[in-house]
């Protein structure tokens, strides 16, 4: 079974520039979540999707948004860049049921640097 | 508020020697999970182990264990006899009531040869 993928795995920006970065589930899997992660902060969740809504938001501003296909990809998209975007994107999927044996699986992140 | 707090920021050993990660957390939630996750350079999170509060009883997978101990919130992991490929930076974490994933700053292992 194929793991999570992620798309680009690398990506080089300027400031006010946006981005879009692309997740892809196990699959099976209807809920996608995302998380940045920065020396400074470390891991922290941003949203998460199941069935093409989303079901949890953590807190970032608005420049950061996200949406799910009906075939369970998701996208994140990052509007007008800033210095303090650049980090690893991780991206998760998990069958979203919220049963008892949820566990997520990580892809391989999107390292975004923001020059 | 939930938190998970890896006071260890940094550990090195050298190979053969065990090590103890320290994952210390907080929550007001009587049911919960706890998590550790390994990220070696290459930067994916690789599930571990996956624990619910109900389930105290201690872990054991190949060289891997894990102390889960809800008297002094903690979830600690040892790795016995550790390996070069064992370098890594661990995570524990926490999953809250609104099912979001709450990580620990992480705990950079170094095993040297």
């Known amino acids: 079974k194929a793991g999570v993928t992620q798309t680009p795995r690398y990506l080089i920006k300027t400031r006010g520039q946006q981005v879009t970065l692309s997740c892809s589930p196990i699959?099976?899997?209807?809920?996608v979540s995302w998380y940045q992660q920065t020396p400074g902060q470390g891991l922290q969740f941003l949203f998460e999707?199941?069935?093409?809504?989303?079901?949890n938001k953590g807190n970032f501003p608005g420049r950061f948004s996200g949406r799910q296909f009906s075939n369970s990809r998701s996208e994140m998209n990052v509007s007008t860049l800033e210095l303090g975007d650049s980090a690893l994107y991780l991206c998760?999927?998990?069958?979203?049921?919220?049963?008892?044996?949820?566990?997520?699986?990580f892809g391989p992140g999107t390292r975004l640097l923001v020059l | 508020a939930q938190k998970v707090t890896q006071a260890q920021t940094e550990i090195s050993v050298v190979e053969k020697e065990d090590v103890t990660l320290d994952c210390v957390y907080e929550?007001?939630?009587?049911?919960?999970?706890l998590f550790w996750y390994k990220q070696p350079p290459s930067g994916e999170l690789v599930f571990l182990i996956r624990?619910?509060?109900?389930?105290?009883q201690n872990e054991i997978s190949g060289r891997y264990s894990w102390n889960f101990q809800k008297s002094t919130s903690s979830f600690n992991f040892t790795i016995t006899a550790s390996q070069v490929v064992d370098s890594a930076v661990y995570f524990c974490?926490?999953?809250?009531?609104?099912?979001?994933?709450?990580f620990g700053k992480g705990t950079r292992l170094h095993i040297l040869p």
């Open positions: 998760a999927s998990s069958h979203g049921r919220l049963a008892e044996k949820e566990t997520r699986y």
């Open positions: 929550t007001r939630d009587t049911t919960y999970y």
């Open positions: 974490a926490l999953r809250d009531r609104d099912d979001k994933i709450i």
């Open positions: 699959s099976g899997h209807r809920s």
């Open positions: 624990r619910n509060s109900f389930d105290e």
């Open positions: 999707y199941f069935s093409e809504t989303q079901r």
